[in-house]
């Protein structure tokens, strides 16, 4: 079953417009979600947990229970954000993690 | 702390050869997984282990493949034989329970 749903494959937007990378998840239970960035060429890097609430970057993202959505945003994108960007859901205390297949965001000067 | 630490970076071998990829995760850590990444699949959970026992191996692709953790510090995937299409990137990740993964800065693997 698909736990983590990313519909968008690619994303480009210009620099300076708002930004918002979508995910939903589909997990029974209390699920923790995250949201992994890619630059280019490099590893997995985390950015942000819905439990920590904060801001990384500029990004945030907040879960959405009724929705199942746990989107990515940023209301000012900046050619430094383009990456991949990888949503992900653990489960069972942990030790299960489902990533989406991800969106590659590019930020048009 | 390293960090999770992948060995080779770069693995380039000729098919029908043995590939062996390492990985080293973070002290303390009990989980951890195997990924590969293609442009085509994107990033594809192949196993993980908790506390040095595979859970999951659904995702390895074939026979050809196998993967082992002798112990907490020490992982391996072994691709035998190797064919072209196992190119690939293949990630290394560890964890505990409810910290989040944290990721090797993986093998690239070449099979011409």
């Known amino acids: 079953a698909q736990r983590v749903t990313q519909p968008e494959k690619l994303l480009s937007v210009f620099k300076g417009a708002p930004v918002e990378l979508k995910c939903n998840y589909s997990y029974s239970g209390s699920p923790e979600l995250f949201w992994y960035v890619q630059y280019s060429r490099q590893r997995l890097q985390l950015l942000l947990r819905?439990?920590s609430r904060e801001s990384i970057k500029g990004f945030t993202a907040d879960l959405n229970k009724g929705e199942t959505s746990f989107h990515l945003k940023k209301p000012f994108a900046q050619e430094e954000d383009s990456a991949m960007y990888y949503c992900?859901?653990?489960?069972?205390?942990?030790?299960?993690?489902?990533f989406g297949t991800g969106t590659s965001l590019t930020v048009i000067p | 702390d390293a960090g999770v630490i992948q060995s080779p970076r770069h693995e380039v071998t000729e098919m029908g050869q043995e590939v062996t990829l390492r990985c080293k995760p973070i002290?303390?850590?009990?989980?951890l997984f195997w990924y590969r990444q293609t442009m085509m699949r994107g990033l594809e959970l192949l196993i993980y282990?908790?506390?040095?026992?595979?859970?999951?191996d659904s995702g390895m692709p074939e026979d050809r493949f196998s993967a082992k953790m002798p112990n907490a510090s020490f992982s391996t995937l072994k691709i035998q034989p190797s064919e072209p299409r196992d190119s690939a990137v293949y990630f290394c990740?560890?964890?505990?329970?409810?910290?989040?993964?944290?990721f090797g800065n993986g093998t690239r693997l070449t099979v011409t």
């Open positions: 002290s303390g850590h009990n989980s």
């Open positions: 282990f908790n506390n040095n026992v595979p859970i999951d």
């Open positions: 990740a560890s964890g505990t329970g409810g910290s989040p993964l944290h």
């Open positions: 819905h439990i």
């Open positions: 992900a859901l653990s489960g069972q205390g942990g030790n299960q993690f489902y």
